[in-house]
């Protein structure tokens, strides 16, 4: 009898081993059939998602195929008859929990590298390929939440796994979110901001901004917390992201980084107006087909705007190719004015003021 205990316990423990060795074996292979299909779509396509897919899968499938055969090796012998492996049957439940567990651990880990294999194909070949960086911002938000998530509800399903009552941590889980909501409010306020900004794609890198009763400059980085804009004494100023939700901004390169450019200038009441708006488009003409910085598909627009104090006041309206540029546009736009209503004869009063005296013989008026 103690012979054939003996061959018992050692054909349980090769038919053990044996199991094994097949799950071993199919993992290698699998490994294998995954890396070469993976190389061969690569081969075919630099940018193949299937490609990366499967060069992610092949890890956690080989690791749950070995896993699989440790568990149906130790059921094998814990099935057996033999009475020196008969104490393993009391283990047979915790054996098949330590595999559901290793399961659940294995799929949060492959759920979290597919979905960064798939994020990081659609930002080299899809967003890569848009005007709009709307979908680099959201998928960075995605991709930082992603494994959180994902490892979260595996080491929760687990816990529930080896018997832990997940309820209570659940509920402690949530009561402990909502003080920390209320500490991080401010913090948590920016990041939601900053996804906000990202999803609604109004302000971008290189985009000039201003801010009502605040900074202006141009916008250097939009991050989950604060935007940072470099102010024109080059300057970095950061902005919480909140207060630029909830303040007016200003931006002037929003759909077109076009800017219309005002000069506002006036003439003596003795001017002649017609001579006056002819010299005015002619040096606005001339200013535009001289400056790269101005619009040439723009024609100079004259409009008179008010009876000053001293002079009929107008405005010159033209286009500049962005903000930078509007400033260039309106310095030389008023430099050759000046000198052209000069040349012309054509006067820009300084401001006058004219005094009338009641007691002034027959209503005699003294100018200053």
């Known amino acids: ?72 090796a130790f059921q094998a012998l814990a099935s057996s008859t033999d009475s020196a492996l008969s104490w393993l049957a009391d283990y047979r439940e915790w054996a098949l929990r330590a595999w559901l567990v290793s399961v659940a651990l294995i799929a949060s880990y492959l759920a979290t590298h597919v979905l960064e294999s798939v994020s990081i194909w659609y930002l080299e070949n899809v967003a890569a390929r848009t005007a709009s960086d709307i979908d680099d911002r959201i998928m960075a938000q995605v991709r930082r939440f992603v494994p959180l998530v994902m490892y979260t509800v595996g080491v929760l399903l687990s816990l529930d796994l080896l018997g832990v009552s997940i309820t209570p941590l659940i509920a402690g889980l949530g009561i402990a979110g909502i003080a920390v909501a209320l500490a991080l409010q401010p913090t948590l306020g920016n990041l939601f901001s900053g996804t906000y900004l990202a999803v609604e794609g109004e302000l971008n890198e290189g985009d000039f901004v201003e801010l009502e009763g605040g900074p202006s400059g141009f916008v250097v980085d939009v991050g989950w917390r604060s935007t940072k804009i470099r102010d024109r004494f080059n300057n970095m ?57 101005a619009v040439d598909e723009f024609d100079p627009i004259i409009r008179f705007t008010a009876f000053g104090d001293s002079n009929i006041d107008f405005v010159v309206v033209m286009q500049a190719a962005d903000r930078a540029a509007s400033f260039a546009v309106r310095h030389e736009t008023i430099k050759r004015l000046h000198t052209r209503f000069n040349q012309e004869g054509i006067e820009i009063n300084y401001p006058v003021r004219r005094l009338v005296f009641p007691e002034a013989e027959q209503g005699e008026a003294l100018h200053p």
């Open 237 to 293: 100023i950061m902005i919480p992201n909140s207060q630029l939700v909830d303040s007016i901004l200003t931006n002037y390169y929003s759909y077109s980084k076009v800017m219309t450019v005002l000069v506002a200038c006036g003439v003596s009441y003795e001017s002649d107006l017609v001579r006056v708006e002819e010299v005015a488009l002619e040096v606005a003409a001339q200013v535009r087909d001289d400056l790269e910085e």
């Open 1 to 72: 009898m103690p012979d054939l205990a003996v061959d018992s316990a050692r054909l349980a423990s090769l038919y053990a081993v044996g199991i094994f060795a097949a799950f071993a074996a199919a993992a290698g292979a699998a490994h294998v059939v995954l890396s070469v299909v993976a190389s061969r779509r690569r081969q075919a396509d630099d940018h193949s998602l299937a490609a990366s897919v499967l060069t992610t899968l092949k890890g956690p499938l080989a690791l749950l195929l070995v896993t699989l055969g440790m568990l149906l």
